[in-house]
């Protein structure tokens, strides 16, 4: 462990604990650009931004940040070269079946939100054994984002709620937006507070296009594998010197 996240390890004495947000939602972005600037393959930076992911999730419980959603796979990403695909599929696998033991030491509540009907039989085995295996754990509330897209989370919700009004258990004006959100892939938790991207583009590539309505949104250049616990500080930072003003004055 390095000097800086030894210092890190608490909560940094200029946030104010009782204003901290209790859902970050992150996009991990960057990846492949870490492992070119490094001369290096595109999945050495997927690789990397495992490590990242596993300590911010470690940060979450540190500095007692309740929920964090991580977009790891979206439905736009099996555009992507075949190899990569693969090796992020099996990389997905992998880490679940090496990280399982400890999230459940560390009271982690693992849920995957997606379509996840898509993915190899494999992946599911372990998606599905990770979430019955933490669904009673009370402690950080980790949702990961794979073949994601928002669009497609809002079509599902309409079709489910179509099939609820077509067999009469539902009349269209008790469609609302609580009932609505009740039929999202994240109806377990509440809508982030604070949004982070790295890699500095500035937009939300099909992320969480319901949930982000009033998030906080913080983009960072830095490269997703470089962002470590001094990065999601200056982010916390800059979220607690936000005016949250939901449409009032
Ligand atoms: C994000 O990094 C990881 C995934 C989308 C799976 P990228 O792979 O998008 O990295 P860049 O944006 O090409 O650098
Ligand atoms: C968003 O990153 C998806 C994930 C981080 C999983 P992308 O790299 O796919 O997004 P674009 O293509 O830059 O919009
Ligand atoms: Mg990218």
Same mark, same amino acid.
């Given at each position: 462990?390095? /000097?800086?996240?030894?210092?890190?390890?608490?909560?940094?004495?200029?946030?104010?604990?009782?204003?901290?947000?209790?859902?970050?939602?992150?996009?991990?972005?960057?990846?492949?650009?870490?492992?070119?600037?490094?001369?290096?393959?595109?999945?050495?930076?997927?690789?990397?931004?495992?490590?990242?992911?596993?300590?911010?999730?470690?940060?979450?419980?540190?500095?007692?940040?309740?929920?964090?959603?991580?977009?790891?796979? /979206?439905?736009?990403?099996?555009?992507?070269?075949?190899?990569?695909?693969?090796?992020?599929?099996?990389?997905?696998?992998?880490?679940?079946?090496?990280?399982?033991? +400890?999230?459940?030491? +560390?009271?982690?509540?693992?849920?995957?939100?997606?379509?996840? /009907? &898509?993915?190899? &039989? &494999?992946?599911?085995?372990?998606? !599905?054994?990770?979430?019955?295996?933490?669904?009673?754990?009370? %402690?950080?509330?980790?949702?990961?984002?794979?073949?994601?897209? %928002?669009?497609? !989370?809002?079509?599902?919700?309409?079709?489910?709620?179509?099939?609820?009004?077509?067999?009469?258990?539902?009349?269209?004006?008790?469609?609302? +937006?609580?009932?609505?959100?009740?039929?999202?892939?994240?109806?377990?938790?509440?809508?982030?507070?604070?949004?982070?991207?790295? &890699?500095?583009?500035?937009?939300?590539?099909?992320?969480?296009?319901?949930?982000?309505?009033?998030?906080?949104?913080?983009?960072?250049?830095?490269?997703?594998?470089?962002?470590?616990?001094?990065?999601?500080?200056?982010?916390?930072?800059?979220?607690?010197?936000?005016?949250?003003?939901? %449409?009032?004055?």
């Amino acid at each position: 462990m390095t /000097s800086k996240q030894t210092i890190f390890q608490d909560l940094p004495t200029d946030l104010d604990r009782y204003r901290l947000p209790k859902h970050v939602a992150v996009i991990m972005d960057g990846n492949g650009r870490w492992a070119k600037s490094r001369g290096l393959p595109r999945i050495m930076g997927h690789r990397r931004g495992v490590d990242t992911l596993k300590d911010l999730l470690r940060c979450c419980k540190d500095w007692g940040i309740p929920a964090l959603t991580a977009y790891a796979f /979206s439905t736009e990403n099996w555009g992507r070269p075949l190899e990569e695909v693969d090796f992020l599929m099996t990389l997905f696998e992998r880490v679940l079946r090496r990280e399982l033991d +400890e999230m459940i030491q +560390e009271n982690v509540q693992i849920k995957f939100v997606g379509d996840l /009907s &898509s993915l190899p &039989s &494999s992946l599911r085995t372990e998606i !599905e054994r990770s979430m019955a295996l933490t669904q009673d754990n009370q %402690g950080t509330r980790f949702t990961v984002a794979t073949n994601y897209g %928002g669009r497609q !989370e809002i079509v599902q919700a309409c079709q489910k709620i179509a099939h609820q009004v077509q067999q009469g258990l539902v009349q269209p004006d008790e469609i609302d +937006e609580a009932l609505f959100a009740r039929h999202l892939y994240t109806a377990h938790v509440s809508d982030p507070d604070l949004l982070i991207r790295t &890699s500095g583009e500035m937009r939300i590539s099909n992320f969480l296009l319901w949930q982000l309505a009033y998030a906080e949104f913080y983009i960072t250049q830095t490269l997703w594998p470089d962002f470590d616990r001094a990065e999601f500080h200056r982010a916390l930072c800059a979220y607690q010197k936000r005016d949250r003003r939901f %449409g009032k004055v």
